[in-house]
């Protein structure tokens, strides 16, 4: 059984490109939430997926979107690159009903330097 | 809001000695998990440990226990016998718990880089 899977691992994008993150869950799993965590702090929440509707958003500005699919993978997209925007990107399934006890899984995330 | 402090950047332990990272958090809400987490080099993060609020006792998991003070809102790790591969950045969240539009949201603090040495 995989577990929740990120790609790509790593990637290098230049100031004002845009970029796509994407995730699958774990088996089974219907919510997906994003998480940023830059250098030397701890992550914080982006944005959560159910029923390929977005149903809570972290304070991140709107060039910070998402979406969910069908087959309940998503996708992260940032536009307008900034410096600051460099970090890990992680992703945690969840299956919803299980979600009221903490029952999360994370992905390996991916790694954006913006250049 | 809901935010969650460690205090230790760095904290280093001999194998098989103990340590104890500290967690402190802020809330006004009754019902909620706290949890630590572990994340390797290899940067997944791992579940340790949980903890349920309204649970008086504390949770252990093998090696791994939490000493939590609810009215002080202090929420420890203990691991005890460290191993190597217990060097880690260990990070403690905290989220609430019912339905709601929170629902699933962790806040984490800042972490703290354990190193253990042979």
């Known amino acids: 059984d995989a577990g929740v899977t990120q790609s790509p691992t790593h990637l290098i994008k230049t100031r004002g490109q845009q970029v796509t993150l994407r995730c699958s869950p774990k088996s089974g799993h219907d919510t997906v939430s994003w998480y940023q965590q830059a250098l030397g702090q701890g992550p914080q929440f982006i944005f959560q997926y159910y029923e390929e509707e977005e149903r809570q958003r972290g304070n991140f500005p709107d060039r910070f979107s998402g979406h969910q699919f069908p087959n309940y993978s998503s996708e992260l997209n940032v536009n307008a690159l900034l410096l600051g925007d460099s970090a890990l990107y992680l992703c945690?399934?969840?299956?919803?009903?299980?979600?009221?006890?903490?029952?999360?899984?994370f992905g390996e995330g991916s790694r954006l330097t913006v250049l | 809001a809901q935010t969650v402090t460690q205090s230790q950047p760095e904290m280093s332990v001999q194998e098989a000695e103990t340590v104890t990272l500290s967690c402190t958090y802020d809330t006004s809400e009754n019902n909620y998990y706290l949890f630590w987490y572990k994340q390797p080099p290899s940067r997944q993060m791992i579940l340790v440990i949980r903890?349920?609020?309204?649970?008086?006792q504390n949770a252990t998991e093998n090696r791994f226990s939490v000493n939590f003070q609810k009215a002080a809102k202090s929420f420890s790790l203990k691991i005890s016998d460290s191993q190597l591969g217990d060097t880690a950045m260990y990070f403690c969240?905290?989220?609430?718990?019912?339905?709601?539009?929170?629902?699933?949201?962790?806040?984490f603090g800042r972490g703290t880089q354990l190193t253990v040495w042979p």
């Open positions: 945690a399934s969840s299956l919803r009903r299980r979600m009221v006890t903490g029952e999360l899984f």
């Open positions: 903890q349920e609020a309204y649970k008086q």
């Open positions: 969240a905290f989220m609430k718990t019912g339905r709601g539009s929170t629902l699933g949201r962790l806040y």
